[in-house]
Structures are given as C-alpha cells and as structure tokens.
C-alpha cells in the first residue's frame, strides 16, 4: 500500500469514529430535530453573487438608524409597494427562512425570488427568475454609532442579459441607487 493510501485509510478511519462517537451521544428517545441540533452547527456563508455575470452591481449607503429598524423595512417583504415605488405586489409565501419563496413585479416584469440567506439584522439574500434570466441579490447591513450601512450586490444572468448587457448595466444600477433612496428615506422617518 502507497503511502497516500494509507494516510487516506488513517483519515476515513479517524472520520469514520468521529460520526460514531457523535450516533452514540444522540439519546435513544431524540427526535430528528433533536438529533440534528446535537450536531455540530456551522453558519452558513451568504451565497455569492456571479462577479463573471454579464450584468452586475453594486452599491452602498448609510441610514440614520439603527440596524433593527432597517432589518424590519428591509425584510418585511410584504410592505415593500409601500414604500419602493417600482415594486408592485410583493408576496411572501411563509416564514422569513432559507427557501422560502416570495414574488413581486418590479419594472411590469413578473418576479419569483427564492430566500437563500437570513442573518436577523446583517445579511438577507434572495435568487430570483424571470424570462430565463437568473439573480443573485444580497444585503450586508453594519451598524457603528446609531447609523447602519448597506452594502447591495447583485448580479444576472441568462440570454437576455448578455443580449442586452449595456441597457440592462445601466438599468439596475439607476433601480438600485433608487431602491437604497427610497428605503433610506423609509428608514429615516419619525
């Protein structure tokens, strides 16, 4: 046996006990969840988005407020015609969590978005598709002295945009400088 053969059997050993030792510490009567949460628990990166994408932006902006207050405007998926003027009809279908959906227009373009990243008051990222086209759009929130700072990133992909990638460019920085705007002034209410 080779020498990378056998450090490689060493390894699978030594993992293999390692998943033993932890089966044996679940108690007989745990449920799955239970079980689960025995397990070790690891934060999972916010998903990234496709810096190669024909079209991508990104942007940032401070607002006078706490990050709580921004989280709550931010998330509240529901109230966003209220305040985002080119967004119509947004509708979340269940829990703010991974994997929930929601859908919205923005622009007379139908929207189905895909929750892929909830950090309660620094991170909230969602996928979304439309007309072939795919998205990735993240938030990172961070709060020094009352105020918090936004960072935006998004990035798309898909047919349309690498067709259209000049117009496209131009079109989602104009939305997104508005959209940051817009929940600034939201934000900033009394």
Known sequence: MSRANFDFVLTFVSFNQTIRKMIKSIPPSATIPDAIGTLPQTKNPMRSINENAPVKCSKTITIHADRKRVWAVLTTIDAWATWQTDIKKPKRHGELKAGTTFDWSTGGVKIHSTLHTIEPYQKFGWTGKTFGMMAIHNWELTEANGKTTIEVH??????????????????LERGMILWLALLKKECEKL
């Open 154 to 171: 998004e990035s798309m992909e898909g047919l349309l945009a690498r067709l259209f990638k000049k117009s496209f460019n131009k079109d």
